[in-house]
């Protein structure tokens, strides 16, 4: 269909008293020949309805409407077979510049043509759909509490579950427990933990499958077309054997934690009566009491160690949320059973997270319950066969020394999720590169690397990526995600990790972080079945379109894609596997020779925009500085600077990216050459606390940023031209300082030489 572009100029808003508005149709009419130009009062309410109106009656199929900022619209606000891109003159120009001056006018005309320029070169999006049908069933891996949970929660809401336990049974821990913590008020009393019940629903529903003794020795595929095979894990049938092969459409990965092994100096695997908290739920769930495990005998007084494998720096140093409320449970338990037995809990920090404060407070009520800080610092064995425990530095400012039948180490939790040995040695072996003092060194720690480099899981999920068969982990273990925004995303699309194999916590939120986990792979299942991105450009219907002839198999798209997205074949090509595309455009910014675009977001769409902006000769001393700032933080910032009326230089040109690891390099190389006098990149934040809603972005963009320099070189210009920061939208005071402070470097080293060239 040919194309009639429409462009729409608002002049509410303080825009009319600001700006030309004769003057803005001109560049619509006169300079880019758009057949219908018309000015509005108001962008919003009756006038967004007399805009759609004329949209409908002019048969317009491409609209501009220049007004206030996208963020202002609903994401159905305008008809859904019209492409329509939003200019913000409101935010970005009539709230920012003084009103009526010739670099105001400027910079308003210049953000028109760049969007015209966008529009004219955009196409309609056609979702990705898949030849096979999408499945819309979901696959539970991990049968405790949050497992039974999801699979319930997938169920009830009309989705058929798969739900794979490696064990001969569901339950996970909370079947080993004898009682919960409480979890109703007044948060005295201790519960049943209900997972009986809950396993029985699971079994009875009729929408979920059950395979126990099973695990899923490999996942190929994407969302909605994940291809899974679960094997044996030996229990009543040979190990490895094919249990059953099948098709989901999204995975929540619910495996769970197991005990991390306490500090060295604990005397744990050498003396018999010093045991994990686990083990003394397994005692009183299996014997209905607690007994050394040296006699047999019934225990009378219990000395619990917090930390006992958790927050020393050399092992094991975040807190595991759920150790101190267990060791109060488990004292509550020893003095129910006997009036007369003792509880001793030493720690260095109590934790009892929101309402489950009341029942630390019930427990200390109890005058048979020794709570004190201290550090333990020595565990021995008496002569009459029972355990002193020495403690240092304790609250009532001595040394003290207890006799005890039992020592219970309240160790932490890791999550079944990492080889954690695998991690810390694929990190040794980086660092011995860098510390290497000869070749030799070097070769035999990068072996180590290029075995290890790929292998970023346990091989629980088996997942047939390029990448590796598991989720990529964090320092600990714990599945990558963007833990704020998006704290159930994975790195790994149609992915959703839940429970502790997540972070830590107990059953209660183990149950909610079940449900969350359910609802994104409902969620997921859909926005594919309709052929749209899950987030954080949740239903977004482009997808990266790969030129492949010119492909030259340097894998950088395949590395670089923070998701797995791109497969390989035998000689290297890329093979796309749609679905799990989040569309950040990483893969584009990655290519040196152009060949990946989205139908909406391309080389060449930004280097028209970049083209269309006009560039005053150097003799105007009106210099132009391109930024590229993302459209995740940097871009709400500027929305946010402008609400609150921060001035900044009006030389600046503003192009919204999807991400900074999009950028590619050919927009600054374009930039320079066009006679921009320099580049601003503005990225969110990334590192330990990032916040780059692709996860890699960001990072990648300054890894780049040698490439940049290196370009820059080679045009004889300065370095210090291209600036590249990280920002988060709470820092949109930062933006106009940055802008100003840029203008400084650009007013030192003069105006681009390329300029009129």
């Known amino acids: 269909m040919e194309d009639k572009i429409g462009v729409f100029i608002c002049t509410g808003y303080g825009i009319g008293d600001a700006l030309d508005i004769e003057a803005l149709k001109k560049v619509a009419a006169e300079e880019y020949k758009v057949p219908f130009c018309k000015t509005v009062d108001s962008c ?70 760049m969007y015209i320029a966008k529009i004219q070169k955009m196409e309609p999006l056609e979702p990705f759909q898949s030849e096979d049908a999408i499945d819309k069933s979901i696959l539970v891996v991990g049968g405790g509490i949050t497992g039974i949970t999801a699979a319930l929660e997938a169920a009830k809401t009309g989705y058929d579950v798969r739900l794979v336990e490696k ?128 006699d047999g005998k019934e225990v009378k007084s219990i000395a619990f160690i917090q930390c006992g494998g958790s927050r020393a720096k050399d092992h094991h140093s975040y807190c595991s949320s759920i150790c101190c409320m267990t060791s109060l449970k488990q004292a509550v338990y020893l003095r129910e059973s006997d009036a007369d037995a003792k509880a001793y809990i030493f720690y260095e920090f109590i934790r009892t997270p929101g309402l489950y404060e009341d029942f630390y407070r019930r427990v200390q009520e109890d005058p048979a319950v020794f709570l004190t800080r201290g550090e333990v610092v020595d565990v021995k064995r008496d002569s009459d066969g029972g355990l002193i425990v020495n403690a240092n530095h304790t609250m009532p400012g001595d040394n003290i020394e207890v006799k005890v039948d039992l020592v219970v180490l309240a160790a932490g939790m890791v999550p079944n999720s990492a080889d954690g040995e695998a991690i810390r040695a694929l990190e040794d072996a980086k660092a011995k590169v860098e510390r290497a003092e000869s070749d030799t060194q070097v070769e035999e720690a990068q072996k180590v690397i290029d075995e290890l480099k790929h292998h970023e899981g346990t091989d629980i999920l088996n997942l047939d990526y390029r990448q590796g068969p598991d989720l990529p982990t964090l320092e600990y273990g714990f599945p990558d995600s963007h833990f704020i925004c998006f704290p159930y995303e994975s790195r790994r699309t149609g992915v959703y990790p839940a429970g502790c194999v997540r972070q830590p916590m107990d059953g209660l939120g183990s149950k909610e972080d079940a449900m969350g986990a ?23 219907k482009s997808y990266p379109d790969f030129f492949l002839p010119k492909c030259t198999q340097c894998k950088r798209c395949t590395e670089e894609c923070p998701f797995g997205v791109l497969n390989e074949d035998e000689k290297g090509t890329p093979l796309l596997q749609a679905t799990r595309c989040r569309r950040c455009g990483v ?171």
């Open 587 to 757: 893969c584009m910014g990655a290519c040196p020779e152009r060949i990946v675009s989205f139908k909406d977001y391309s080389v060449s769409i930004v280097v028209s925009m970049i083209q269309a902006v006009e560039v005053p000769d150097e003799f105007d001393e009106k210099p132009r500085v391109l930024v590229l700032a993302c459209e995740n933080d940097a871009m709400p910032a500027l929305d946010l600077a402008g609400q609150y009326r921060f001035s900044h230089t009006p030389f600046v040109r503003v192009i919204p990216v999807r991400c900074l690891g999009s950028v590619n390099l050919a927009w600054v190389r374009e930039a320079i050459s066009a006679g921009f006098d320099g580049v601003i990149l503005i990225g969110c934040k990334y590192g330990d606390d990032y916040q780059c809603h692709f996860i890699k972005g960001s990072e990648l963009a300054v890894t780049r940023g040698e490439n940049i320099r290196e370009k820059l070189e080679q045009m004889a210009m300065e370095t210090e031209r291209v600036e590249l920061h990280q920002l988060q939208i709470s820092e949109y005071k930062r933006l106009p300082q940055i802008f100003d402070k840029f203008m400084e470097v650009i007013e030192e080293y003069g105006m681009n030489p390329f300029k009129g060239m």
């Open 167 to 294: 064990a001969d049974k569901l339950g996970g821990w909370l079947a080993k427990q004898h009682k919960s913590i409480p979890t109703r008020p007044p948060f005295r009393d201790l519960e049943d933990t209900g997972v009986d019940a809950l396993i029985a629903q699971v079994q009875d529903h009729p929408r979920i499958n059950v395979y126990t003794s099973a695990a899923t020795s490999k996942i190929a595929g994407a969302p909605g077309l994940f291809d899974v095979t679960v094997t044996s894990t030996g229990n009543g049938t040979p190990k490895g054997e094919t249990l059953d092969t099948f098709r989901v459409g999204a995975i929540v990965q619910a495996t769970g934690w197991r005990p991390t092994d306490p500090r060295e100096h604990l005397p744990y695997g050498k003396v018999e009566d010093v045991v994990l908290n686990v083990d003394v739920e397994k005692m009183i769930k299996e014997e209905g009491c607690i007994t050394r495990p040296s």
């Open 518 to 540: 359910a609802l994104k792979a409902i969620q997921c299942v859909e926005v594919t079945s309709r052929g749209e991105a899950v987030h954080p450009r949740a239903g977004d």
């Open 44 to 113: 919003e309410g009756p006038g967004l309805e007399a805009i759609n109106n004329d949209i409908t009656k002019e048969g317009l199929n491409k609209v501009v409407v220049a007004g206030i900022s996208p963020r202002r619209y609903a994401h159905d606000a305008f008809p859904a077979d019209v492409i329509v891109e939003k200019v913000a003159l409101r935010e970005h120009v009539v709230w920012t510049q003084s009103p009526g001056e010739e670099d105001t006018q400027m910079m308003a005309e210049d953000y028109l043509r």
